[in-house]
């Protein structure tokens, strides 16, 4: 063994520049796989480590608010029950820290029992002293920390003893913020509340198999108590891998072409090697070397290379996506996987080692098969001419009298692309993994502009207006006339609740005539409203209250009066996370007479916005322009960004490495072709020359794979992905694909130069030996 | 001796070399391969070079074509010198000056014969009118039915001739051939010698290196390596 070793090691020394390629592979192997593994792996199983942390409870249910004596008897007749914890949660509550302050604050004033929240730090608030605890995000985001104080509907200056992280919602920005108080601390300040009113109780079951059999026995006992409905942990549970599922499979799909580009590169690499050292495998062959130590000894050298250059890809992924992951799993409220992903890692890293070392071994097996002379002689471990190469010849024959000359005249380029066309399998293969990651990197920027469009482009969210004046209804025609505006009408808002159910405001939007010529967010199903009876309604709110079309919808607007409405259709809409109804202007004045009135300005195209904006000003209006902003999911978007932008540098690391390998092993094994062409008299020039066209008959047909893979594949699937949460058009634009192609040139151009320095640096009469 | 079309030309030295030293290896293990090798060739002379396996003669051949640079001493290739000139002034003597034929052909098998022939007319640099004068000489060494063939689909002498028309076809001054009758028949070998013997009356100056004194026997000129010198 000792032997094997001390070959591999002085194997290693003579091949120092092949060497650093190799690792800088397996490298960059580890790092993409290292990569989606930290991001997949934390989104994975995030939602169980946290649900765990946080003891959430199986079951939470909400309803109307009740006198604690009325509910306590029926949840304690409730089968299989381990535990439970009622609490009072008050919404709409005006909440202010660190500068901050919202007064759309939940606060949950919590009783005795277990509580259903995971704390990161500080400890649970004190029942004597009003105390809170702090939803991470809101500290977060506000600045706050253990020893902070926090203002509460008029309790003021109250003292932060914990920050708490409880995965049943996303986090503050993306959700409401949240604080704690107990009841028992309310009571030592204000007096003992008697029979306290709850509306919410969270149930730990013993056997979590039973609950559905706990649901049904719930709900039939739930006769005067009004506006019941359960959140399950399964349920939150599913609704979180749903958003999640859309980034897992984008780096499944990553890990899946690293691996593929591992193996192939690493396998043509060690193939390559072991061609250009048969003779001395037939050598060793001869003097009575087993197959078995020739094998090993390949192996060997690989493991050297592959171990520490497997840790260090593995630990820069590490370093590339720890940070983004843990802000991603921060915004949907749940905690960083910590030391279980030494796991995942450790097996990235054997698996990334793993692949070069049966890549090295198994091609060395194979050629020390065959007899000790011809191995001495240089023989192709697969023979050449055969069947399909006289195919091919007879084809260049045909394709040379159509030509109708005596030969098709060859040029440097053209003879480089039929080099690297000779490798017919290590072609496909590179095409295959230099296409896919053109595709994942058109993907990446269709899916980073569609994601700054959600932030900045009103039109991403239906908006067809550009400019808003807080005008009267009545100046609309006035706006009309201005030049530039294609139309103009009265736009009313107002904020409403679900009558029964939902206690977080719903957008209720109106126009007078029809609203898809100022907004029109997608269709999903049924039709645009007609009528005063009719809404249109945003998907978040159809989630929520498992509206569908015909349901009836009823809200409560803020002067207390109730409309009632037959849900027309429902649409795609990310604004106020999809919340948001649509309704005719007269039916929403009927009830709200006074909504928010403003006049949408809808531009013609190619109209300046400014001077519009300045003919409104001449009216007596300042014009605002329409927002796309995702103001509560900024967060989470700027986290997906980060991780986009991430696997697309790691993806064009990818396609540079990959073009890098496919030239050197070209020029390796064509070594003495270059040779002769230098002999007869081709500079540098001329060798670039001839990359150039190894290099293009790669780079051309996998930009064009690519292309097609993202707009016909990769696209519409990931746009079906993400049709429970927005419309998006992913197919890449002019832009994108330009700005792509050009980047593979720039790389191809890096990669060809590079590979020709290091090919003309070789002595000729070495590579014409060799 | 200097050959009638050498006379005829006004004896214009074609090739000249002057105490060329080549060592190989480092430290210890350096060994001297030539040790002040004088040369001179003429246009029109056909010259053989004859020496035992690992006498030099190779390594020579190198120098003369531009592939390697000596230690020391000069060479000079129809007034170009390729001791003290840049890469790319030896890359264009390779391409105008001197033609190379190996041992093993080392015909690119992705190209057909004709191909092969036209590849260095392709090169920046190379003169003009590359094309016609790869279908002369193909015609000339009478592989015309099989220029549309694979290398591996040729017979040695075929690929040898293909080498050939490679080597010459941007018009060298000097043809360098290594060991040309190495992989050959008797019939081949005979052949290829007549072919290098009607090179000469071209006004080209062609070296061999050979170990066969059968071979070197058809030279105008036999120089025999020893101990790194030429007798």
């Known amino acids: 063994m000792k032997v094997i070793w001390r070959e591999a090691i002085g194997g290693l020394r003579r091949r120092r520049g092949r060497v650093a390629l190799s690792a800088a592979g397996i490298a960059l192997g580890a790092a993409m796989l290292a990569t989606a593994t930290v991001v997949g792996f934390g989104l994975q199983t995030g939602f169980q480590r946290s649900a765990h942390a946080a003891d959430l409870p199986d079951v939470i249910a909400r309803f109307d608010a009740e006198p604690l004596s009325k509910v306590l008897g029926r949840i304690t007749a409730l089968p299989d029950l381990a535990a439970y914890s009622f609490r009072l949660e008050l919404t709409n509550v005006h909440l202010r820290g660190g500068g901050h302050s919202s007064s759309q604050g939940v606060v949950e004033v919590l009783d005795s029992g277990r509580r259903g929240y995971g704390l990161l730090e500080g400890r649970e608030p004190s029942t004597h002293n009003v105390e809170a605890v702090v939803e991470q995000g809101v500290a977060r985001s506000w600045g706050l920390h253990v020893g902070s104080s926090v203002d509460v509907n008029g309790l003021e200056g109250l003292r932060v003893s914990g920050i708490s992280v409880s995965p049943d919602d996303v986090a503050y920005p993306l959700a409401v913020p949240r604080v704690y108080l107990t009841r028992a601390a309310l009571e030592a300040r204000f007096g003992p509340f008697g029979d306290p009113r709850v509306n919410a109780v969270e149930l730990w079951l013993r056997n979590p198999g039973q609950l559905n059999t706990v649901l049904v026995q719930a709900r039939a006992s739930s006769y005067g108590i009004e506006g019941l409905r359960f959140v399950t942990r399964e349920g939150v549970r599913v609704l979180i891998d749903q958003a999640a599922g859309i980034v897992i499979a984008l780096l499944v799909a990553l890990s899946v072409i690293a691996l593929i580009t591992a193996t192939v590169m690493l396998a043509a690499s060690a193939r390559a090697e072991v061609q250009r050292r048969l003779a001395g495998i037939g050598v060793r062959r001869a003097i009575g070397a087993s197959r078995a130590h020739i094998a090993l000894a390949q192996a060997a050298e690989a493991a050297i290379v592959a171990l520490p250059a497997g840790a260090l890809g593995v630990g820069a992924g590490v370093l590339i996506a720890a940070g983004p992951s843990e802000r991603l799993l921060e915004t949907i409220n749940e905690l960083p996987p910590g030391g279980a992903l030494a796991g995942p890692l450790l097996a990235c890293w054997a698996l990334t080692a793993g692949i070069p070392v049966l890549a090295s071994a198994w091609p060395a097996l194979r050629a020390s098969r065959r007899p000790p002379i011809a191995l001495m002689r240089g023989a192709e471990l697969r023979a050449r001419g055969g069947r399909s190469s006289a195919r091919r010849a007879a084809a260049r024959r045909a394709a040379a009298r159509v030509a109708g000359g005596r030969g098709l005249l060859p040029s440097l380029s053209l003879l480089g692309a039929r080099l690297v066309g000779a490798r017919r399998v290590r072609l496909a293969a590179t095409l295959a993994v230099l296409g896919v990651s053109v595709a994942f990197i058109l993907l990446m920027l269709a899916l980073a502009s569609e994601l700054s469009a959600l932030e900045s482009d009103p039109s991403t969210l239906g908006k067809r207006y550009q400019l808003t004046a807080s005008l009267p209804a009545a100046a609309a025609a006035g706006v009309r006339r201005l030049p530039g505006v294609a139309a103009a009408a009265p736009r009313y808002e107002a904020q409403a609740i679900d009558s029964f159910s939902l206690g977080e405001t719903i957008d209720v939007v109106a126009y007078r005539g029809d609203h898809t010529v100022f907004e029109a967010p997608p269709l999903v199903s049924g039709s645009r409203l007609r009528g005063a009876r009719q809404a249109e309604v945003g998907n978040g709110l159809a989630q929520v209250l498992g509206l569908s079309v015909g349901s009836p919808l009823a809200i409560e607007l803020p002067s207390g009066r109730e409309a009632r409405f037959q849900v027309a259709g429902i649409v795609n809409s990310l604004q106020h996370d999809g919340r948001i109804v649509y309704v005719s202007a007269a039916a929403l004045l009927a009830a709200e007479p006074t909504a928010g009135e403003q006049i949408a300005v809808r531009l013609q195209p190619g109209a300046s916005e400014s001077a519009v904006s300045a003919g409104l000003k001449a009216l007596g209006a300042s014009a605002t322009p329409a927002s796309g902003a995702v103001g509560q999911g900024r967060g989470l978007i700027e986290a997906l960004t980060a991780i986009l932008r991430a696997v697309a540098i790691v993806d064009g690391l990818v396609c540079f490495y990959a073009l890098v390998q496919a030239l050197v092993l070209t020029a390796r094994e064509r070594r003495a072709t270059i040779a002769v062409l230098r002999a007869c008299g081709a500079g540098v020039r001329g060798v670039c020359l001839l990359l150039a066209g190894a290099a293009a008959a790669v780079v051309v047909p996998a930009a064009v794979l690519g292309a097609l893979l993202e707009r016909f594949v990769l696209g519409p699937a990931m746009a079906r992905l993400a049709i429970g949460y927005a419309s998006l058009e992913l197919a890449a634009g002019p832009a994108e694909v330009t700005v792509v192609i050009a980047g593979l040139a720039l790389l191809a151009c890096a990669a060809v130069l590079w590979v020709a320095r290091r090919a003309t640096r070789e002595p000729i009469v070495e590579a014409l030996g060799g | ?231």
Request: with cysteine; aromatic share 2%; glycine share 12%.
């Open chain 2, 1 to 231: 001796m200097p050959t009638a079309v050498g006379r005829y030309l006004g004896n214009v030295s074609a090739l000249h070399a002057r105490g060329v030293i080549k060592s190989v290896g480092r430290g210890r293990a350096s060994r001297r391969v030539l040790d002040g090798v004088d040369l001179e060739i003429e246009q029109g002379e056909l010259v053989a070079v004859l020496g035992r396996s690992g006498s030099g003669k190779s390594t020579l051949l190198h120098l003369l074509g531009g592939l390697d640079r000596p230690d020391a001493g000069s060479i000079v290739v129809a007034g170009d010198s390729l001791v003290e000139c840049s890469e790319r002034a030896l890359t264009r003597v390779r391409l105008r000056r001197i033609g190379f034929v190996f041992q093993s052909f080392q015909l690119v098998e992705e190209l057909t014969g004709e191909e092969n022939v036209l590849l260095p007319t392709r090169l920046a640099g190379a003169p003009s009118g590359g094309t016609e004068r790869a279908r002369a000489l193909i015609d000339e060494l009478g592989v015309s039915p099989v220029a549309d063939h694979l290398p591996h689909e040729l017979s040695g002498g075929e690929q040898q001739r293909f080498a050939i028309a490679r080597a010459l076809v941007n018009e060298p001054t000097v043809v360098l051939a290594d060991e040309p009758t190495g992989n050959l028949d008797s019939t081949a070998a005979a052949d290829l010698l007549g072919l290098l013997r009607g090179l000469t009356g071209l006004g080209r100056a062609v070296v061999m290196v050979t170990h066969e004194h059968d071979v070197a026997a058809a030279a105008d000129r036999v120089l025999e390596m020893a101990d790194g010198r030429l007798g």
